[in-house]
């Protein structure tokens, strides 16, 4: 089970971090993983981070502004986002896979609430 928090509206500029919180299975075993959604559009990837945290893999539109970080003692994922623009406005999902290097959703198990993102110009 996931649960994201730490969604909300900020300006554009401005940053903000994600927090995925997971229960189950041991939280090591997955590679963890971020969607977002905007109204209207496809759930598209965002970024995910290996088993043990050594390896990340970032959508171009986040790269250099977005980092994806893993405690394993915590059993919780993060998505730093700096640097926001409106185009990044969407609901974010935290996910789950057994698989790192996939970009599709269907490659992912299991999946949180979601948290709402909003960018104002």
């Known amino acids: 089970q996931l649960s994201e928090s730490g969604g909300g509206l900020v300006q554009a500029g401005g940053s903000l971090r994600l927090s995925c919180a997971a229960s189950g299975p041991p939280f090591s075993s997955y590679v963890m993983g971020w969607f977002r959604q905007a109204p209207g559009k496809e759930r598209n990837f965002v970024a995910a981070?290996?088993?043990?945290?050594?390896?990340?893999d970032y959508a171009d539109s986040v790269k250099g502004r977005f980092t994806i970080s893993r405690d394993n003692t915590k059993n919780t994922a993060y998505l730093q986002m700096n640097s926001l623009k409106p185009e990044d406005t969407a609901v974010y999902y935290c996910t789950a896979s057994r698989i790192f290097g996939v970009r599709t959703a269907n490659g992912y198990d299991s999946w949180g609430q979601g948290t709402q993102v909003t960018v104002s110009s």
């Open positions: 981070i290996s088993w043990g945290g050594d390896s990340s």
